[in-house]
């Protein structure tokens, strides 16, 4: 069956370490793969989109890498800060009959500390 | 740009009603997906509605339908409301090509008692 796992529902780290969160899919061979961010009581707001041709991807303090290979992706928050606490959530976009969907995992539970 | 708006906030109802949720999209955005979310479940992916036409579909009762209005404008309807139906129903719209971004809107807190 298709499935997107992201590691530990939680994660807790101090302010100022890097934060790194794993998507791995079975059964999906995605295009894209896209990265959310969700706080509480709100909707998810997109950060980073990653094609499959791209092994990595910046944005100011963000990476994201993409490993077709090992069907997995991993974001990273560097020099984390408690701002960055909320709910991240990584999305495939496989395209084809299924254009316009995008399939989510449950996401990880960032938590930074002072 | 004003961004995707959902009417209204937060809903009660009871088991058997049915209820109309709303989504605005963004203004020149063609895609509208729903989602449910609930704290077991994450994110599930109810339908996508592309120029009027429901161009995707999850797995999701016949009891959930929607559709789309010639603005763009989106509406998801659930009849005969069940307790399980309680969650946060979203909604996101995007222009609808690949690599689009999604824009999601508040959401909708449905509570069925």
């Known amino acids: 069956s298709q499935k997107i796992e992201q590691n530990s529902e939680a994660l807790n780290i101090q302010e100022g370490k890097t934060a790194t969160l794993t998507c791995n899919y079975t059964?999906?061979?995605?295009?894209?793969l896209q990265w959310y961010r969700q706080d509480p009581g709100r909707g998810p707001v997109f950060l980073l989109l990653?094609?499959?041709?791209?092994k990595e991807k910046r944005k100011e303090r963000l990476k994201v890498t993409f490993d077709t290979t090992l069907k997995q992706s991993l974001f990273h928050i560097t020099a984390s800060q408690p701002a960055d606490s909320a709910t991240y959530l990584c999305a495939l976009e496989v395209g084809g009959s299924t254009l316009g969907r995008l399939y989510f995992g449950r996401g990880t539970q960032l938590t930074v500390w002072p | 740009k004003a961004g995707v708006t959902q009417t209204p906030r937060y809903l009660i109802k009871t088991r058997g009603q049915q209820v109309t949720l709303s989504c605005s999209p963004i203004s020149g955005h063609r895609s509208v997906s729903w989602y449910q979310q609930t704290p077991g479940q994450g994110l599930q992916f109810l339908f996508e509605y592309f120029s009027e036409t429901q161009r995707n579909k999850g797995n999701f009762p016949g009891r959930f339908s929607g559709r789309q209005f010639s603005n763009s404008r989106s509406e998801m309807n659930v009849s005969t409301l069940e307790l399980g139906d309680s969650a946060l129903y979203l909604c996101?719209?995007?222009?609808?090509?690949?690599?689009?971004?999604?824009?999601f809107g508040p959401g909708t807190r449905l509570l069925v008692l």
């Open positions: 996101a719209s995007s222009l609808g090509g690949s690599q689009e971004t999604q824009y």
């Open positions: 059964n999906y061979s995605p295009a894209y």
């Open positions: 990653i094609r499959e041709n791209e």
